[in-house]
């Protein structure tokens, strides 16, 4: 069973400091997925990293898939009000059909 | 908005009662997934559908079914409910299956109250 753990579980921070929200499994994925969940409604996909090393930038978000494909991590610079929500990565297996979850990170910005 | 679309938003209903959920894929994705997402499990796959035929299979109950019809549309049926039943229910899409690269959209979700 691939398992992937989040850490840390929640994050409160001042608009303006920098986060990092990490994604660790003994697992191998073909491909993992990093989403942002607001209350009530569904995960809203912001990248998919597919090659081990691979960093990927959106905006203030910087998403890197740790060499072995193993491990991924977010890094949100100058966060913003905007940026609260719970942060999910979801790796997709070989067969590249059901995703596994994380448990999720809820990041809280204050302003 | 991701072009998922499920109804309903909202359901309440009994202990040992029977409800349909239905999702209609975006325009051009030929494969569905059904998850559920609860307090303390998190999100976990159910069953995935490709082009009308199942594909995969996860945690899901022998009460749950689902199908995907001809339109690709789907429905996830949950059947003899329990208290524990209680949770959102999500609907994702992709283009296909089986590739590496397949990104999942998901719908905004059913909430499921079972009283």
């Known amino acids: 069973t691939q398992l992937l753990e989040q850490s840390p579980q929640f994050l409160s921070i001042q608009e303006g400091e920098n986060l990092t929200v990490y994604c660790n499994s003994s697992s191998v994925f073909s491909s993992l997925q990093w989403y942002r969940q607001e209350p009530g409604e569904g995960p809203v996909l912001l990248v998919t990293?597919?090659?081990?090393?691979e960093v990927k930038k959106l905006k203030r978000l910087t998403f890197q898939f740790g060499d072995a494909r193993k491990d991924s991590s977010l890094h949100i610079t100058a966060a913003q009000t905007g940026d609260t929500g719970l942060y999910l990565c979801a790796g997709a297996g070989a067969a590249g059909n059901k995703l596994t979850f994380g448990g999720g990170t809820r990041v809280l910005v204050k302003p | 908005d991701s072009g998922v679309t499920q109804t309903p938003k909202h359901l309440i209903t009994a202990t040992g009662q029977r409800v349909t959920l239905r999702c209609s894929p975006r325009s051009g994705d030929l494969s569905v997934y059904w998850y559920q997402q609860s307090l303390d499990q998190g999100l976990q796959f159910l069953i995935q559908y490709y082009n009308g035929e199942e594909r995969a299979k996860g945690n899901i109950l022998e009460r749950f079914s689902a199908q995907q019809f001809p339109d690709l549309h789907s429905e996830l049926n949950l059947s003899s409910l329990e208290l524990g039943d209680s949770a959102l229910y999500f609907c994702?899409?992709?283009?296909?299956?089986?590739?590496?690269?397949?990104?999942?959209?998901f719908g905004p979700g059913t909430r499921l109250t079972v009283l």
């Open positions: 994702a899409s992709s283009r296909l299956a089986g590739v590496t690269y397949n990104e999942q959209f």
């Open positions: 990293v597919v090659t081990g090393g």
